[in-house]
Nanobody
Framework: VQLQASGGGLVQAGDSSRLSCAAS????????LGWFRQAPGKEREFVAG????????HYADSVKDRFTISRDNAKNMVWLQMNSLKSEDTAVYYC????????????????????WGQGTQVTVSS
């Protein structure tokens, strides 16, 4: 599967923004998806994940109740709705996928996801 993230930009603290990730391939519904981010000088970290059917989601504590991950398997799309943005949310955001045909879960480790999009910058000004 190939992934293409978009939707980043410059926003004000407290604003909302939505990231999109378009996937190619006919078996998108077999993949669990995750959003990660990497701030300057920091390691890439898990933000949110969703199972292949969309029935379960998982969030990092830092974004819980502010961010929402969703997907539409018919459109090969996954989104990250980000509300109440903070300056500490500033980072390059990446969508990632792994084939969940055998094991359907939401891992948080970067190494669990073999497929990655190119990243989109989100800058939150305070």
């Amino acid at each position: 599967v190939q992934l293409q993230a978009s939707g980043g930009g410059l926003v004000q603290a407290g604003d909302s923004s939505r990231l999109s990730c378009a996937a190619s391939g006919r078996t998108f519904g077999n993949y669990a998806l995750g959003w990660f981010r990497q701030a300057p000088g920091k390691e890439r970290e898990f933000v949110a994940g969703i199972t292949k059917s969309g029935s379960n989601t998982h969030y990092a504590d830092s974004v819980k109740d502010r961010f929402t991950i969703s997907r539409d398997n018919a459109k090969n799309m996954v989104w990250l709705q980000m509300n109440s943005l903070k300056s500490e949310d500033t980072a390059v955001y990446y969508c990632a996928a792994y084939n969940a045909v055998v094991i359907n879960r939401i891992p948080t480790a970067v190494g669990s996801y073999p497929y990655w999009g190119q990243g989109t910058q989100v800058t939150v000004s305070s």
